[in-house]
């Protein structure tokens, strides 16, 4: 049992917890403005049994694609063996349901809704039949709505105040720029593997550019937001100097975006961190 919980764990790409909790309890905090039972349990839904729902699915249905790719093996994604898919399935049903249920109860309609959205976008994106992630440019868009849709989804809970608009939209061009960028690193093994994506398609050097523009629009639109949210414009322009030497990677250089696709892991720690200190100064300080 011990192995197995640990295996799972792995599975669930701890590194990128907080990617997808924190953005769900900061929408939370600020639109319904306290601490009560649908918090902690959506903060904690977020944190961990979406993550295993999101990273579960996609290692399973990956698992030929993932064996080719030498990325894979630790924290950028498992590769776990055939026989240990069903345990992987099961714990994501047994962990996740429960906590669904809640949320859909808890919620008004319209943040229901948007929560099945959600979801039904985590699973579309690595599935079979439907797997967005082989539908170049889509694959992109999936990938952005799995992290702010816990946000959108925290908006809903309470009346929809248009001051956050700016942020979602910010928010989802960041999360596009990052699925293309970290696309890049894959092109060989994907082209090897019959896959498509973003990256694929229009190539190393055009999808990193891509990735640099939506940076810069997200860096743009946050810039010119109220004092002292601003300030969230610094983590914008270290997204874009991470990237900035590699907007001209050939494709066969391409599993050189590795390198700073390892740094954005530890980067979003740092924006996290950022934001945290900026929402301290502005409701407490």
């Known amino acids: 049992m011990k192995e197995i919980i640990k295996k799972l764990f792995l599975v669930s790409r701890p590194i990128s917890w907080p990617n997808t909790a924190y953005p769900f309890a900061v929408g939370y905090l600020l ?29 399973v249905f990956d698992y030929e694609s993932d064996i080719r790719n030498p990325r894979k093996g630790g924290i950028e994604g498992m590769r776990e063996q ?10 994501v049903l047994i962990l996740t349901i429960p906590f669904i249920v809640y949320l859909f109860i808890a919620g008004p309609l319209t943040a ?24 170049p440019f889509l694959d992109s868009v999936t990938s952005s709505i799995h992290f702010v849709g816990p ?13 956050a608009l700016p942020y979602v939209i910010a928010f989802f061009l960041w999360g596009i720029a990052s699925h293309a960028f970290g696309a890049v690193q894959d092109i060989i093994p994907d082209r090897k593997g019959k896959l498509s994506s973003i990256a694929t398609v229009i190539g190393a050097a055009w999808t990193m550019r891509l990735a ?20 969230m414009a610094i983590p914008g322009i270290l997204y874009l100097i991470n990237i900035a030497s590699y907007l001209n990677l050939s494709d066969k250089q391409s599993m050189k975006a590795n390198a700073p696709w390892r740094r954005f892991i530890y980067l979003n720690l740092f924006a996290g961190f950022v934001l945290t200190m900026i929402l301290i100064f502005a409701y407490v300080v």
């Open 31 to 59: 639109t319904v403005g306290r601490v009560d039972a649908l918090f902690i349990i959506g903060t904690l839904f977020f944190l961990i049994p979406y993550n295993l729902l999101m990273y579960g699915i996609n290692d």
């Open 82 to 91: 055939r026989a240990f898919h069903p345990t992987i399935i099961r714990a």
């Open 112 to 135: 229901s809704l948007i929560l099945a959205a959600v979801l039904f976008f985590v699973v579309a994106y690595s599935i079979a039949k439907l797997r967005f992630k082989e539908r």
């Open 151 to 163: 946000l959108v989804y925290a908006l809903a809970l309470a009346p929809f105040e248009p001051v």
């Open 212 to 231: 640099a523009a939506f940076y810069a629009a997200a860096t743009i639109i946050i810039s010119v937001q109220a004092w002292p949210f601003a300030l």
